[in-house]
């Protein structure tokens, strides 16, 4: 058995160890042992010893009987009181009163949202692969009898009743669910608990994933698979645009097909301005040279360069 777990286990508080004794019991019963004590010394100066021992024990068991019998349970939690070891009633919350001896206060019960913390390590999915898995349960007790007397320790009950469906849902899962689904995760989990704990008078509000831990060479290469599929989608949408713009190109040709002037016109702007550059260098065929007279342009476009500089 993991031993995090036995560590875990050991400190959920359990809730038969707090004696709830309070501070209005134990001050009137030192107000009556107080009042005992003075009123044993005047009667046994006053009327006789006898009748001081009588006084002083009569008050010494009513400061007692204050000191044992009266209770008080906070706003958030009752009391299970068992009379001669039956179920007798749940009190509370506030000040209330039991019978010594005949009555005992078997165990306090909150009904606040109670947080319970627990995982999972090393546990298989479905398709084999080692996960740790932290969760966080929120529940509360609605029935405190059932929660008394059904099970031991309804604490450490509902503790390992999440680990183990923890694991059982991480065994039905692939990573890929498990990684994406948290929250038909969430939803899976809370139904197994809650059906584990309604009979002890517990319900499930809530349960969420709070992180999931994959082995780091299955993460690495989880990493280069993601980035490979970026590489293949931007070379898909430099492809698209590829296609796109021979498209273009191809309705663009249509307009100079039946106008040979037209196209003429656009190759001399498209040279000129190659030619603006300082340095460039443009080779074109010998035939456009002729057809467009390309030597009278570029004549021009070194005048004018010439020009531009002597002005400077």
Same mark, same amino acid.
């Given at each position: 058995?993991? #031993? ?6 050991? #400190? ?12 209005? +019991?134990? /001050?009137?019963?030192? =107000? ?5 004590? $003075?009123?044993?010394? *005047? ?6 010893? $006898? ?34 070891? #039956? ?9 209330? *009163? ?5 009555? /005992?206060?078997?165990?306090? =019960? ?22 740790? %898995?932290?969760?966080?349960?929120? *529940?509360?007790? *609605?029935?405190?009898?059932? &929660?008394?007397? !059904? ?24 990573? +890929? ?9 969430? +939803? ?8 584990? /704990?309604?009979?002890?008078? =517990?319900?499930?509000?809530? %349960? ?33 645009? !590829?296609?796109? =713009? &021979? ?6 040709? #249509? ?5 040979? /002037? ?41 005048? +004018? ?8």
């Amino acid at each position: 058995m993991n #031993k995090k777990y036995m560590t875990m286990d050991r #400190k959920i508080p359990s809730s038969q160890a707090n004696p709830h004794i309070n501070g209005v +019991a134990v /001050t009137l019963a030192i =107000i009556i042992y107080v009042a005992g004590m $003075l009123g044993t010394i *005047w009667i046994s100066d006053a009327v006789s010893d $006898l009748l001081a021992v009588i006084f002083m024990i009569v008050m010494g068991l009513i400061g007692t009987y204050l000191f044992v019998a009266l209770k008080i349970a906070s706003q958030w939690e009752k009391a299970v009181v068992l009379r001669f070891g #039956k179920f007798h009633k749940l009190v509370g919350p506030g000040m209330f *009163w039991i019978i010594p001896i005949v009555d /005992t206060i078997a165990n306090w =019960i909150d009904h606040r949202v109670m947080v319970t913390s627990f995982s999972a390590e090393k546990t298989l999915t479905k398709d084999t692969v080692p996960v740790d %898995v932290d969760a966080v349960l929120f *529940w509360l007790v *609605w029935d405190g009898e059932k &929660a008394a007397l !059904e099970v031991a320790d309804y604490r450490a009950a509902i503790a390992w009743a999440a680990q183990t469906a923890l694991r059982e849902v991480i065994g039905q899962m692939s990573l +890929a669910d498990i990684l994406i689904g948290r929250a038909k995760m969430d +939803a899976d989990l809370q139904k197994i608990i809650d059906e584990r /704990t309604t009979p002890w008078g =517990i319900t499930v509000q809530s %349960v969420e994933i709070r992180d999931v831990v994959i082995p780091q060479d299955l993460e690495d290469a989880m990493s280069r698979q993601a980035q490979a599929e970026r590489e293949r989608q931007a070379r898909v949408i430099l492809g698209e645009s !590829e296609m796109q =713009i &021979a498209s273009s190109f191809a309705e663009a040709s #249509k307009s100079y097909i039946n106008n040979p /002037t037209a196209l003429h016109l656009r190759a001399m702007n498209m040279l000129f301005e190659g030619l603006k550059e300082k340095g460039a260098l443009v080779i074109v065929p010998s035939s456009a040279v002729d057809t467009m007279n390309l030597g009278g342009l570029s004549g021009m476009v070194a005048l +004018a360069q010439n020009t531009n500089q002597s002005e400077k």
